[in-house]
């Protein structure tokens, strides 16, 4: 959250340092990485940067072949990009870095029979106690895509924007554990050691996040 602050805060600045330029466009989108907001400068023929912060919370459910989940989705990056225009017109190539805050905040769910099921073996619900985790990934993470729109070209006010990329997040990390675990310490310990089993089956759940598919439709303005 700090680092998502701080790009804010460069956001920020880098549409002030534009907008007194009179040189400046912004974008504002929706998409895969949430609601967003980018601000984009000139810096050389035919390139321009572009700084901007996305968002959004999700929730939904989902399971693993033991245990239901409930997940929370929250997108939350700061991104960095070169957009590069190779012909006259809008198309561009768009690569840069994001710092990433994506994350999964994860809740087990017992069955209606109330148990769960951890690494094949059966517990009831009230000796396991609650069951809950995050699922995080690379904090730097690659992004590489193509587009739609100049938002600073010369006949601009008002505009289009799409993006379609992917943003290299990288293999993700799960952290699953239990907390107010009722049995007798051997079947406690035993808990724990199912639990890290089903962490690992989490991480193997999630690993087509590694690469995030992103695309966003926007307007922009041109100051």
């Known amino acids: 959250m700090k680092k998502f602050s701080i790009g804010f805060a460069a956001l920020l600045t880098l549409s002030t340092m534009?907008?007194?330029q009179a040189d400046a466009g912004i974008t504002a989108s929706v998409g895969t990485t949430g609601a967003g907001l980018h601000v984009s400068v000139?810096?050389?023929?035919?390139?321009?940067a572009r700084v901007g912060i996305n968002g959004l919370s999700i929730s939904?459910?989902?399971?693993t072949s033991d245990v239901d989940y409930d997940y929370k989705l929250k997108m939350a990056t700061v991104d960095a990009l070169l957009d590069y225009f190779p012909m006259a017109g809008g198309f561009r190539v768009s690569g840069?870095?994001?710092y990433n805050g994506n994350k999964i905040d994860v809740n087990g769910r017992p069955k209606s029979s109330g148990?769960?099921?951890?690494?094949?073996h059966v517990y009831p619900a009230t000796a396991v106690g609650s069951l809950n985790g995050t699922v995080d990934f690379h904090k730097v993470a690659p992004y590489l895509g193509i587009g739609w729109g100049n938002a600073v070209a010369a006949d601009k006010g008002w505009g289009f924007s799409t993006d379609i990329g992917v943003l290299f997040q990288g293999a993700p990390n799960a952290s699953l554990s239990n907390r107010g675990c009722t049995a007798?310490?051997?079947?406690?310990?035993?808990?724990a050691t199912d639990v890290a089993a089903e962490s690992r089956s989490l991480q193997?759940?999630?690993?087509?996040?590694k690469a995030y598919p992103v695309l966003r439709l926007g307007v922009s303005y041109k100051f």
């Open 42 to 48: 000139p810096v050389a023929t035919a390139l321009n």
């Open 96 to 98: 840069g870095l994001a």
């Open 115 to 120: 148990t769960y099921t951890l690494n094949g």
């Open 60 to 63: 939904r459910d989902g399971n």
């Open 184 to 191: 007798i310490a051997a079947v406690c310990s035993q808990i």
């Open 18 to 20: 534009g907008v007194a």
């Open 204 to 209: 193997d759940d999630t690993s087509s996040f």
